[in-house]
């Protein structure tokens, strides 16, 4: 079975520009995460859906991070306009169960210059 | 206080020998635990999972949880070198909020 797909896996791109992030989960999957990896910071939890709904989205940095789930096999983060502080590792991740067993996507490398 | 607390380490063990690994969580009514192991670069992966009192062994593993005292306990026994990775324990909260620790790394010398 195909695990959890992400595109691209880097992305490199200049302060001021939008960047997308995509996702498709694994299959028969109703939950889908998206996390942000920094040294800093570590693994944060920026948003989650549940059969395609936004359930919490407290983890969403600000206005300029928005996330979609247009069906079950597909979501976009978005960041516009990106800056450098941005640049980290997103991982997309997916469940059968809501919040409990997570499988993580290979996540995309963004860096914003 | 964070969430979700782990000692990053390093922590170096001996191939063969018992690893273990500790996280304590602030959230006394939390009812669902899980360990992940992160290769570097790679993406975390999940290992073991636990949701009541007691241990939970599976393979190499055993996931040891103490509700009273607020620890989830993660064993590794004949510790090999391909165990070598960052351990991130999660945690799920009451009011379903989900926390990751910073992970402890951990290395296996041959």
């Known amino acids: 079975d195909a695990g959890v797909i992400q595109s691209p896996r880097h992305e490199v791109t200049e302060m001021g520009q939008e960047v997308t992030l995509r996702c498709k989960p694994i299959?028969?999957?109703?939950?889908l995460f998206w996390y942000r990896q920094t040294m800093m910071r570590g693994l944060e939890l920026l948003i989650y859906?549940?059969?395609?709904?936004?359930?919490?989205d407290s983890g969403m940095p600000e206005d300029r991070f928005s996330a979609k789930m247009p069906n079950a096999s597909f979501s976009t983060l978005k960041i516009q306009p990106s800056e450098p502080r941005d640049s980290a590792v997103y991982f997309c991740?997916?469940?059968?169960?809501?919040?409990?067993?997570?499988?993580f996507g290979p996540g995309t490398r963004l860096t914003v210059t | 206080q964070k969430e979700v607390e782990q000692n990053s380490g390093p922590l170096s063990v001996p191939e063969g020998a018992i690893a273990s690994l500790n996280c304590t969580y602030s959230?006394?009514?939390?009812?669902?635990f899980f360990w992940y192991r992160q290769y570097s670069g790679k993406s975390p992966e999940l290992i073991m999972f636990?949701?009541?009192?007691g241990d939970k062994e599976d393979g190499r593993f055993t996931a040891q949880l103490n509700k009273a005292s607020q620890y989830v306990s993660l064993l590794i026994r004949d510790s090999q070198p391909s165990d070598s990775a960052t351990y991130l324990c999660?945690?799920?909260?009451?009011?379903?909020?989900?926390?990751f620790g910073t992970g402890t790394s951990l290395t296996v010398i041959p």
């Open positions: 991740a997916s469940s059968f169960s809501g919040l409990r067993e997570q499988y």
């Open positions: 299959s028969g999957h109703n939950s």
């Open positions: 859906f549940n059969n395609n709904v936004p359930i919490d």
């Open positions: 959230d006394r009514g939390s009812q669902s």
């Open positions: 636990i949701y009541s009192n």
């Open positions: 999660a945690v799920l909260y009451t009011g379903n909020q989900f926390y």
